[in-house]
């Protein structure tokens, strides 16, 4: 196969990875997805409780959150590990914040438990026996506590144009160790209760859970049922007749939005840790958009700034790095549209970017220079482009697996925004590669054919030695 027919397919190859990019692009409707800093929202960190976290119980965790956002309907959410210990929780674009918020850190241990003794708060207020449970006490549910509820007491005064009156007072629960849990659970759905007109939760019970709630109820009738989330009581029903048709319902002094949350997190299950946040980052959409505008400007001046430098000093082959960079930026943005599913970009990611416009012209350079070299002993360019590649594509190759390695290790090592920097700067690096051997090199080859090529000054040089008679100079 002839020279100039390798170089055609090398070039023809780049076109078509291209045009495979932006096929995909338009026909699947591809945008690139943007981070938290570029778009706006909120990103927290938070630590699980514990002196030491089983790392399959972080991972069912973040499962058991993401589960709980996806229904809460955020689009893009990122829920990752980070460390032993902690969870970082991004929420692009969201709307309603403190729901999220609220969602997120609600454990919704839910937990049957039978009510042994009650008595009001004021007659126990100093009774050590009757202290509300607290602390680690609380993730015991094997163990009897005591907790607090506040119940509706109805006052019947005598004579007929008096009103009978209710007001809660708070009563001291004695409750003892958990029969069933929120496990049991199969569906939960948002209802509203047609006697107080206030939202309520219903639930249905897997098999298993129905035979132990009609057990439950069978041997305890007559007894207080209460149902406790998150440790705090939400209702104490009286057993009147056992129920065996594996169906409940969770009454309380719920908003519509709380009991709609519930419902989201009794669906998804309990998280199987208790979370505390660490820090909290909120993001503007405004900050978000500036920021974005910014890195943009400062990728534009990137490609400006080393363009008018490879023109300046290379002049015609200046032009052929230029068209180089064009088909660079063309193959980055192609992958990020394409890796929109999986993968945000970042501000961080964007200065990967830039970095690695100036690893991409440090390539043309090392290839140039070898080129004028060439030049310089009386060559031709089109008689030694070749020859001129495969000695600087040992350098080329090296400095590139230098720059990958770094960003490799940078990104399994990094946290947080330094991996869309090592991310982007490793496909980045690839590209160059890429570029430098499929494009750069055929379009050099073919292109030294034309007669400017043959101007000292047309390639950067100001004078070359003279030809012997014989032909080139040796």
């Not at 993730?139 to 019947?156: A, C, G, R, T």
């Not at 209710?166 to 948002?190: C, F, H, M, N, W």
């Not at 503007?284 to 400062?298: Q, V």
């Not at 030694?384 to 770094?406: H, N, P, Q």
Request: charged residues 25%; hydrophobic residues 45%.
């Amino acid at each position: 196969m002839k020279r100039r027919t390798k170089h055609l397919l090398s070039l023809g190859f780049v076109f078509f990875v291209i045009l495979c990019l932006y096929v995909s692009k338009f026909v699947f409707k591809l945008e690139p997805r943007l981070g938290l800093d570029l778009k706006g929202g909120i990103s927290i960190v938070y630590e699980a409780k514990g002196k030491k976290i089983d790392p399959d119980v972080l991972d069912k965790t973040v499962e058991k959150i993401r589960d709980r956002i996806d229904k809460l309907g955020v689009a893009e959410p990122e829920i990752t590990r980070q460390g032993a210990k902690n969870i970082v929780v991004q929420l692009p674009g969201i709307h309603d914040p403190e729901r999220a918020k609220s969602l997120i850190g609600q454990t919704a241990q839910l937990q049957f438990r039978i009510v042994k003794e009650s008595k009001f708060a004021s007659e126990v207020k100093n009774d050590p026996a009757w202290q509300v449970t607290t602390g680690e006490e609380n993730l015991q549910p094997e163990k009897e506590i005591i907790l607090p509820f506040k119940e509706e007491k109805i006052s019947v005064p005598v004579g007929e144009k008096a009103k009978t009156t209710k007001k809660q007072e708070e009563v001291r629960l004695k409750l003892g160790p958990t029969l069933l849990s929120g496990d049991a659970i199969k569906k939960a759905q948002y209802a509203v209760d047609s006697e107080t007109g206030k939202p309520k939760v219903t639930f249905e019970l897997s098999p298993a859970g129905s035979k132990t709630f009609a057990d439950i109820t069978t041997q305890n009738k007559d007894k207080q049922l209460a149902i406790v989330l998150d440790y705090k009581v939400e209702s104490a029903p009286t057993i009147k007749e056992p129920i065996t048709g594996g169906r409940g319902e969770i009454t309380g002094d719920f908003t519509d939005r709380e009991a709609r949350d519930l419902v989201i997190v009794l669906n998804t299950g309990a998280l199987p840790v208790e979370l505390k946040p660490l820090t909290e980052q909120d993001v503007t959409a405004t900050l978000g958009k500036d920021s974005l505008r910014k890195g943009l400007i400062a990728g534009i001046a990137g490609l400006i700034a080393v363009a008018l430098y490879m023109l300046l000093f290379y002049r015609a082959l200046g032009v052929i790095t230029c068209m180089g960079l064009v088909v660079f930026g063309a193959l980055i943005y192609g992958f990020i549209c394409v890796l929109g599913e999986f993968w945000s970009i970042t501000l961080a990611g964007i200065t990967g970017i830039i970095v690695a416009i100036g690893i991409a012209a440090d390539s043309s350079i090392v290839f140039f220079e070898r080129l004028k070299e060439e030049a310089r002993d009386g060559r031709t360019i089109r008689s030694s482009a070749d020859r001129a590649y495969k000695s600087a594509f040992r350098t080329i190759l090296a400095a590139d697996t230098v720059s990958f390695a770094a960003a490799a290790i940078l990104y399994i090592f990094a946290v947080g925004g330094v991996k869309g920097f090592a991310f982007t700067l490793g496909m980045a690096t690839v590209f160059d590669l890429f570029i430098s051997y499929f494009f750069t090199r055929p379009t050099t080859a073919l292109m030294s054919g034309l007669r400017i090529f043959n101007h000292p000054a047309a390639i950067g040089l100001r004078s070359r030695k003279s030809v012997p008679a014989g032909g080139e100079a040796k």
